[in-house]
């Protein structure tokens, strides 16, 4: 079996500038994907209050203090910048 080494995209360089626009690495820390249960958002908005976000609307995200929530589709978002806090039942969490 290959043996799978993790690169960047990058892997290390100097930023790529091509007629006008930049192409650099960013870390954003943390990203898990969010998926709630039926029924479950009261429950998700009570766990995320710490980081002083709630579970977006559509085509909306929330940041607050480093911790950034991003509608990603029905029920569901990407929470990016902070580890995900203990969701329970309440959602499928994906790092």
Do not use: C, H, Y
């Amino acid at each position: 079996m290959p043996e799978l080494i993790a690169k960047t995209a990058l892997a290390g360089r100097a930023p790529v500038v091509r007629g006008g626009t930049t192409l650099a690495e960013v870390d954003l820390g943390p990203i898990t994907s969010v998926a709630l249960f039926p029924g479950q958002e009261k429950a998700v908005n009570k766990a995320l209050k710490p980081l002083g976000v709630s579970f977006p609307a559509p085509n909306s995200m929330a940041v607050k203090d480093g911790a950034t929530i991003v509608w990603t589709g029905r029920e569901q978002a990407f929470l990016i910048g902070v580890e995900a806090p203990d969701l329970g039942d309440a959602a499928a969490v994906t790092d």
